[in-house]
């Protein structure tokens, strides 16, 4: 168990703008940070992040907190494992205390095969440089490659041993369980027989974007036709390849740096790249380009250029997965190289100046490059031009934005010498067939629509929650702050012989007037996340003197640590839209916090009587209880949320 010490100065140390920073391309917003959404596809800014406040909130998806609770909702760490991720950035040491048997026994099972993972990094990098097959096998093919000591070094590469089970026998020397070695798909379990999956080849881990090993591709240095040249972790709790990208926990600063991704095919083709000066470099890992890892992308930049192999296959397999990117509303440009060279074979073969200069003369706008090599093939073919023509409205039909697709439609009409108006003419009939489509599965599946009527959030209001949650944020805002505010005293006249009320004005701190005013009329605040975090507060000020962030969020928990980032950033939304730059200005709360205070007081005094004498009139339908006493204490309610009604019009 990891010590308390230890989890005080991870949090005193890590930066939530630094660590998010890492996973979504963050520009500033006055004194804040905002991005898209890494937990919604989005495509205008809708999260948050504050760095006076060190907490997050993400308004698409509700999702707030501090930054533990970041690392556990994006990457899905446990606690521990989210404070050991921070102990890693930061170079804190971690110290611990014996865990038992029992303790060890509870770390779950994802845990666990993302420990054998990083077992298995460290043991395959280890025979890469320890033993001497791995020297003279695998450091050779990785040295003949053009790879540096320290390029090896940076991407972790391994070698696993051509005995059959090497690995599998050291794993559980060393403790690791069977049972994780096969569901990490390290070891291929037979009956009553363990084999390595990767023995004899090359390895390159693929890392999640916290840089946690998910799982390994693997390349084989002999030729066996009955053996695949290339082999991957199958899937499994940890590693879905649909959604990963390899390169991008070593890319991804660069990429937000950069405010552009490239995209290739092979692990060498990364590494490569990497090695020669291009840091802002991603791999597909040979498969087909998914929407999820396009959305990874999109986490840190807009702009993609895809980089094609000099081959025609090359190109016509990339071209089928941009459209995807696309529909995103992304960027994208292509860049091909010359007959005959990869972007590994081209990084290694010339300088970085040559490299990046080669990309700004050859990287063409996706829509034109797809355009002028589908006129190439066509030619004088007028049913090939026919058929080119339909392919490149089917791209342009899946661009969100109205203005880009008409300009993409006018530069494809230019290239395909052919009338803009047959071009919007069939862009118009494929949207409107695409709507429809849509129209006819939601038609065709009633359950669903009703399960989208059944999610739509009802516009009733809980006047009772807001006005407790109104509480909360003054408290919360302004809690230490000193105030003036208007007491009613009432008493009796002698001389008028009637009560009168009389106004004074009392000095007191925000959290001083709403204790006060709430233990005078005994109210307990009625949501238990209010109520729990309402005696946490006021706690931080008796014993505080103010209200600390930083050594409030690490005691919440993460219901609460969500609550109230959702209260405080709440307050800067408006940010967001750059209202002031529309020449709209919002009012400033804390230009009224006295007002507001005692507004809301009473606001929550007239709701509870309210409350009592619906409770009251309620009883007095029942036919066997008495109701002269009941309706004694109706009419002195009704008096009571007079006089409340008066106090609060005199506020308002």
Same mark, same amino acid.
């Given at each position: ?20 920073? !890492? ?73 611990? +205390? ?144 649909? &959604? ?15 405010? %552009? ?28 380009? +998914? ?43 292509? %860049? ?10 081209? *990084? ?16 063409? !706008? ?30 342009? @039909?899946?661009?969100? !934005? ?23 003419? *069939? ?34 209001? !809980? @006047?009772?929650?807001?006005?407790? &949650? ?60 209010? =109520? ?73 005094? =007239? ?38 009604? +008066? ?6």
């Amino acid at each position: 168990m990891i010590t308390k010490s230890t989890i005080d100065q991870v949090y005193e140390t890590a930066r939530v703008e630094e660590v998010i920073g !890492d996973f979504v391309s963050l520009k500033k917003a006055g004194s804040n940070f905002k991005g898209l959404s890494p937990f919604s596809q989005e495509r205008s800014p809708s999260f948050m992040v504050s760095p006076v406040k060190q907490i997050w909130k993400d308004f698409s998806s509700g999702k707030g907190g501090n930054v533990v609770a970041f690392l556990m909702e994006h990457e899905r760490f446990s606690y521990p494992e989210a404070i050991r991720y921070l102990a890693k950035k930061y170079n804190i040491e971690i110290e611990e +205390t014996q865990q038992t048997d029992e303790e060890k026994a509870k770390r779950d099972a994802r845990e666990s095969m993302l420990l054998v993972s990083e077992y298995a990094q460290k043991y395959f990098s280890n025979n890469l440089w320890e033993t001497q097959a791995g020297k003279a096998i695998g450091k050779t093919y990785f040295s003949e490659r053009g790879f540096t000591d320290e390029t090896i070094k940076e991407f972790d590469l391994g070698y696993a041993l051509e005995d059959k089970n090497a690995f599998t026998n050291e794993a559980l020397k060393q403790g690791y369980t069977l049972e994780f070695l096969s569901q990490t798909g390290l070891t291929i379990v037979n009956e009553d027989r363990q084999i390595d999956r990767f023995r004899g080849r090359v390895l390159f881990p693929i890392k999640s974007m916290a840089g946690r090993v998910v799982g390994f591709g693997g390349r084989i240095l002999v030729d066996n036709k009955k053996t695949a040249k290339y082999l991957n972790s199958p899937e499994s709790e940890i590693y879905h390849k649909s &959604k990963v990208l390899y390169g991008l926990y070593e890319s991804k600063q660069a990429i937000a740096r950069e405010d %552009c991704c490239y995209l290739v095919e092979g692990y060498t083709d990364v590494i490569q790249m990497h090695q020669r000066g291009v840091k802002n470099i991603v791999s597909s890992s040979g498969t087909a380009l +998914t929407q999820d890892q396009i959305r990874l992308i999109q986490r840190l930049t807009q702009n993609i250029v895809v980089l094609f192999d000099g081959d025609a296959a090359g190109l016509r397999a990339a071209l089928r997965g941009i459209d995807m990117i696309l529909a995103q509303g992304m960027n994208v440009k292509v %860049c091909s190289f010359p007959e005959g060279e990869d972007p590994d074979s081209f *990084a290694k073969a010339h300088s970085l100046d040559e490299v990046h200069q080669f990309f700004a003369d050859n990287a063409k !706008d996706f829509i034109q490059f797809k355009a002028s090599l589908l006129m190439e093939e066509a030619k004088d073919d007028p049913v090939k031009k026919a058929t080119t023509i339909k392919d490149m409205v089917e791209s342009i @039909a899946k661009i969100p !934005d109205a203005i880009q697709r008409e300009v993409y439609v006018q530069s494809c009409a230019s290239i395909m010498q052919i009338s803009e108006d047959v071009l919007f003419s *069939a862009l118009a009939q494929k949207r409107a067939k695409g709507e429809a489509t849509q129209r006819k599965t939601q038609q065709s599946h009633p359950q669903t629509m009703q399960v989208v009527q059944q999610a739509t959030p009802s516009l009733t209001v !809980d @006047a009772l929650y807001e006005l407790e &949650k109104q509480i909360i944020t003054l408290l919360m805002l302004y809690g230490n702050r000193e105030e003036v505010f208007q007491e009613s005293i009432l008493q009796f006249s002698k001389e008028s012989q009637e009560v009168e009320e009389e106004i004074t004005e009392v000095k007191a701190k925000v959290y001083e007037k709403i204790f006060l005013d709430l233990q005078q009329d005994e109210v307990e605040l009625a949501n238990q996340d209010f =109520k729990v975090l309402f005696y946490v507060l006021l706690e931080q000020f008796h014993t505080q003197g103010e209200l600390k962030m930083d050594k409030l969020m690490p005691s919440l928990s993460p219901e609460l640590s969500s609550l109230v980032s959702t209260i405080l950033m709440n307050e800067e939304k408006y940010l967001l839209h750059q209202w002031d730059k529309k020449n709209i200005f919002v009012k400033q709360r804390d230009e009224q916090v006295g007002l507001m205070v005692t507004e809301t007081i009473l606001s929550l005094r =007239k709701h509870l009587v309210n409350m009592k004498i619906e409770s009251l009139q309620e009883e007095m339908n029942n036919p066997e209880e008495e109701h002269q006493g009941l309706l004694e204490d109706v009419m002195s309610y009704y008096q009571l949320r007079r006089l409340v009604s +008066t106090k609060l019009n005199r506020v308002l």
